[in-house]
């Protein structure tokens, strides 16, 4: 329950800014949204990562702030720097900061070592990787392919990653 007055608070500015939006998207047409909507996702992070530096900041609220400005970031690639690139060629990119910005913070985040999201954040960057050379077409070979001949190879490097983290803590808990 002490959490209500900060959820309010966010679900509240999340509406008021949404309908702000579609208020202007009235008055000013489409053209509006292409500023507006990273305007907001960022906007929207940053409050999200405020909330993240704060005393009761949770770790969700850190990702999600992320989350959020990362998609902003990849909307003005998308239409603003990288405006005849496809979409699907870039968003491996995407993926892949999210997934080391947050296992950059399960590891020197405010609470210490956090297990529990350092694995996800590692399974996102291996998949990105692994998915980037099909998005910008650098491998001819069929995705399902690859999968078939290399996806045992990946779980082992995977496997190999999660022992050197175990014995890499064990070795520092011993010290």
């Not at 000013?28 to 005393?55: D, E, K, Q, R, T």
């Amino acid at each position: 329950m002490k959490d209500t007055p900060i959820k309010l608070l966010f679900s509240g500015i999340i509406l008021f800014i949404a309908g702000l939006a579609f208020i202007l998207h009235k008055i000013y047409g489409a053209a509006f949204l292409n500023i507006a909507l990273p305007l907001i996702c960022f906007l929207s992070g940053v409050f999200m990562l405020i909330l993240s530096i704060s005393s009761r900041g949770k770790t969700w609220n850190f990702i999600t702030g992320v989350f959020l400005c990362l998609t902003c970031a990849l909307l003005i690639c998308y239409e603003i720097i990288f405006p005849g690139v496809e979409f699907r060629a870039i968003w491996p990119v995407f993926m892949f900061l999210f997934g080391l910005i947050v296992f950059i913070y399960s590891i020197r985040g405010k609470q210490g070592r956090n297990v529990k999201i350092m694995v996800p954040s590692m399974a996102i960057c291996i998949l990105a990787l692994i998915f980037l050379p099909f998005s910008l077409k650098l491998i001819t070979m069929s995705l399902f392919r690859f999968m078939e001949y290399w996806w045992p190879v990946i779980f082992c490097i995977l496997g190999l990653i999660l022992l050197s983290v175990y014995f890499w803590k064990s070795m520092k808990r011993k010290k």
